[in-house]
């Protein structure tokens, strides 16, 4: 780089824009120290330049121009949130050769291989750890420190607001609606939670750390999703006594010459480590051939501690800046594909009332012998009450997904089955 000032363009000014914003400001000093050229925030775009912000950088520096903003800027940290314009806007800077950091999950997941494309054609850098798990360095992790093992398999908390929501339910008995209710009052859970309640925030992070991890183009249509609305409290009782907490796992694995990316409500052994996180924070777990396992763990979200995964990003590539050369483009050599769902082998959790009468219990486990579906355990609870029926659950052997559902239906159809309470997969 020619010159040793460091032009950077902010697009967006919210929780963590701001947070950003005060960093550039405050720590200019010790950044250029880190650095080895001077930082200068040359604006900030925003829609309403009067609107009041978390913090408040210099008023001059607020404008509604962002190609503008673009095309003065050496890097651009995209901050905004959302397909477009987030799309174009990042990929004018990235064509004219100008690096950038994206914490925007929804886009990476979608359109992440167009824009690394793009980085790679001008040889810009685009780097994006703000996009998953906040604070916690994992993608670094996945791309840099463990490039040279091969990963089998990550398992991860990546959304604050389902596990706060599920450690409500499993340490205090709530139900989901009122857990929601008390994630929506603490600010966790946006006022419309959908796309965190219904899995759709992990399963972009997913499609991400699976493209990382198996150096392939994944994109969040690779991804099976299902969210935790259904999770009752007597789900989660019924899990606590057979040692298990019901978790929102994304779960992104090796399997035969596929991967299985898929983000669902898991029953997850107390004596697993993602047992042991609690309330709004997110841990990934990595199962790698030779580093064995690792655990990556810390706040997921949150305007300063997502700000520092982006200021990560900032340093690494204005160093990169400096010293010149190219940016490292994606590695996804691999191009494996994804595991259609009906092939996916898992353990499931199965809550069913039936009738309380003879052979009941003996037909269902013949369905699900019929159907290749192997029961580990099986047990009858307490009945719901009219002394007439009784709930039972089954814990099955590893089984597909396609044989599992075959069996349910038929399960289902039974008139001596009045109602299927849950099928949750159980991890281990
Ligand atoms: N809404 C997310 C969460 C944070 O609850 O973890 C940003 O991805």
């Given amino acids: 780089m020619g010159n040793t000032t460091i032009k950077v363009a902010l697009l967006g000014a919210g929780n963590v824009g701001s947070q950003v914003a005060r960093m550039l400001t405050e720590d200019a000093e010790s950044l250029q120290d880190r650095i080895g050229a001077s930082v200068e925030l040359i604006g900030i775009a925003v829609r309403d330049t009067s609107a009041k912000r978390h913090y408040e950088a210099a008023p001059e520096l607020y404008t509604t121009d962002a190609d503008a903003l673009i095309d003065a800027a050496d890097v651009v940290i995209e901050l905004t949130g959302g397909i477009e314009p987030a799309r174009t806007r990042i990929l004018r800077a990235l064509n004219a050769g100008k690096s950038v950091v994206s914490g925007n999950k929804a886009l ?3 359109h992440g291989v167009e824009l690394a494309a793009a980085a790679a054609k001008s040889g810009a850098q685009l780097s994006y750890e703000a996009a998953v ?7 670094r992790p996945l791309r840099d420190s463990l490039a040279g093992d091969q990963i089998t398999r990550v398992l991860g908390i990546m959304n604050g607001t389902t596990n706060y929501i599920l450690d409500q339910m499993d340490t205090t008995g709530a139900q989901f609606s009122d857990a929601l209710a008390e994630a929506q009052r603490l600010g966790y859970a946006e006022a419309d939670p959908t796309a965190d309640i219904e899995g759709h925030d992990a399963a972009s992070k997913a499609a991400i750390v699976a493209s990382l991890a198996f150096h392939s183009d994944f994109t969040i249509d690779d991804v099976h999703c299902e969210g935790i609305t259904s999770i009752t409290a007597d789900d989660v009782a019924a899990a606590a006594a057979d040692g298990y907490v019901i978790k929102l796992l994304a779960v992104c694995e090796k399997d035969g010459e596929g991967v299985n990316i898929r983000v669902n409500p898991t029953l997850v052994p107390r004596s697993h480590p993602l047992a042991s996180v609690h309330g709004a924070f997110n841990a990934v777990f990595v199962q790698a051939e030779n580093a064995g396992e690792l655990m990556f ?3 997921g979200a949150g305007g300063a501690p997502t700000a520092s995964a982006v200021l990560g990003d900032f340093v690494s590539l204005a160093r990169r800046l400096v010293l010149g050369g190219p940016g490292i483009p994606e590695s996804s050599f691999a191009q494996l594909a994804a595991t259609p769902m009906n092939d996916v082998v898992s353990r499931y959790s199965v809550g069913i009332v039936v009738e309380d009468k003879l052979g009941v219990l003996a037909n269902i486990a013949r369905i699900f012998a019929e159907h290749g579906v192997s029961i580990e355990t099986m047990r009858q609870a307490k009945g719901t009450g009219d002394g ?7 814990v099955t052997h590893r089984a597909t997904d396609a044989n599992l559902r075959k069996t349910m239906a038929v399960v289902d159809a039974l008139d001596t089955v009045r109602d ?8 281990g």
């Fill in 297 to 299: 763990y810390g706040p």
């Fill in 108 to 110: 990476l997941a979608k």
């Fill in 420 to 427: 299927i309470t849950s099928v949750i997969r159980v991890e």
């Fill in 133 to 139: 798990a906040g604070a916690i360095p994992i993608l």
């Fill in 388 to 394: 007439t029926s009784a709930s039972i659950r089954i």
